[in-house]
């Protein structure tokens, strides 16, 4: 089965309702029909808390929390391998350090990353990505 790593920023258009929701959606429904697996580093999983909270509330930040653990999504921890490769995008790359956790959670899992953020043209080169518009 195909592994995936879903962006903060596609899960975001996916809650926003943005041009890219629906083919967010669209990949959200294969993983729950188990047509690939959906990771998303726990880094970026923050974005989404932060981004939703500074926003529009806590409270709103709490409830995506809920949605997002009821979706076909797991959510990947930050050992000592994740940390040290997002360490070293960071060192070499101009990305910011929490989209340094997705690119490596990616290269990592040799998962193809779905985003539409332009940053990661910086590791377009070592890592597979399904770009959103």
């Known amino acids: 089965m195909a592994t995936k790593v879903l962006d903060s920023w596609a899960l975001i258009a996916f809650f926003e309702d943005e041009p890219a929701a629906e083919a967010v959606e669209k990949i959200l429904e294969q993983a729950a029909a188990e047509k690939h697996k959906l990771l998303m580093s726990v880094v970026n999983w923050g974005e989404v808390y932060y981004n939703t909270m500074r926003e529009v509330s806590e409270a709103a930040a709490e409830q995506k929390l809920r949605e997002i653990a009821a979706m076909p999504i797991e959510i990947v921890g930050a050992d000592l391998h994740l940390t040290k490769l997002a360490a070293h995008y960071k060192a070499t790359k101009r990305m910011s350090y929490a989209d340094c956790f997705g ?12 985003t539409g953020d332009p940053e990661f043209k910086e590791v377009e080169k070592e890592i597979k990505i399904h770009w959103l518009k």
Not at 103 to 114: D, G, R, S, Y
């Open 103 to 114: 690119a490596a959670l990616a290269k990592i899992k040799n998962a193809e990353f779905v």
